[in-house]
T-cell receptor, first 111, second 116 residues
Framework: LAKTTQPISMDSYEGQEVNITCSHN???????ITWYQQFPSQGPRFIIQ???TKVTNEVASLFIPADRKSSTLSLPRVSLSDTAVYYC????????????FGGGTRLMVKP | DAGVIQSPRHEVTEMGQEVTLRCKPI?????LFWYRQTMMRGLELLIY????????DSGMPEDRFSAKMPNASFSTLKIQPSEPRDSAVYFC??????????????FGSGTQLSVL
């Protein structure tokens, strides 16, 4: 079971780019890397997913180096509404791995 | 698509009472997960079902907890008897492995449980 390590918290200012890195040294061959966002009193919400290299969608980019032992979520030009907890999740349900969330990174965006 | 629907949204009960939490997954999703979230322990996976069959319940804390999925559109998580340490937010999530990766989870809004 791939364990993940993220910074506990980060601060940023509106308009800045934020990069949150997750370490997953024992990632397995078939594991995907998925990032979720959670606001208070809500369930986590899917942001982006990748397997290798770079993935970009309308809200974020995900950078994955060749060895896949880490990944970086990049949020361009954050706003106050991006203040949330961000979770990195690594796993492969087909292999019977339990999908366990780590502690997450609490991002605070300041005006 | 209505998303994952959980009920009740809030539940306040007294120690020793039975509590039943309900979940309706997204139509067509064949995997369902129950999570518990607390400040101290974060998000914990309790159990997950695939095609209505419990696959792994090793996260269920003890025998007071039980979960069922009688059909593809409904699941329950029951705590009997409840204890104050069960107070937490309980989330249900579903996914559709056939759509690609099965790690894309869709969460409900959760049930805030308070056991007095």
């Amino acid at each position: 079971l791939a364990k993940t390590t993220q910074p506990i918290s980060m601060d940023s200012y509106e308009g800045q780019e934020v990069n949150i890195t997750c370490s997953h040294n024992n990632i397995a061959t078939n594991d995907y890397i998925t990032w979720y966002q959670q606001f208070p009193s809500q369930g986590p919400r899917f942001i982006i997913q990748g397997y290798k290299t770079k993935v970009t969608n309308e809200v974020a980019s995900l950078f994955i180096p060749a060895d896949r032992k880490s990944s970086t979520l990049s949020l361009p030009r954050v706003s106050l509404s991006d203040t949330a907890v961000y979770y990195c999740l690594v796993g492969d349900l087909d292999a019977g791995n339990m999908l366990t969330f780590g502690g997450g990174t609490r991002l605070m965006v300041k005006p | 698509d209505a998303g994952v629907i959980q009920s009740p949204r809030h539940e306040v009960t007294e120690m020793g009472q039975e509590v039943t939490l309900r979940c309706k997954p997204i139509s067509g999703h064949n995997s369902l997960f129950w999570y518990r979230q607390t400040m101290m322990r974060g998000l914990e996976l309790l159990i997950y079902f695939n095609n209505n069959v419990p696959i792994d319940d090793s996260g269920m804390p003890e025998d007071r907890f039980s979960a069922k999925m009688p059909n593809a559109s409904f699941s329950t998580l029951k705590i009997q008897p409840s204890e104050p340490r069960d107070s937490a937010v309980y989330f249900c999530a579903s996914s559709n492995p056939l759509a690609g990766s099965n790690e894309k989870l869709f969460f409900g809004s959760g049930t805030q449980l308070s056991v007095l």
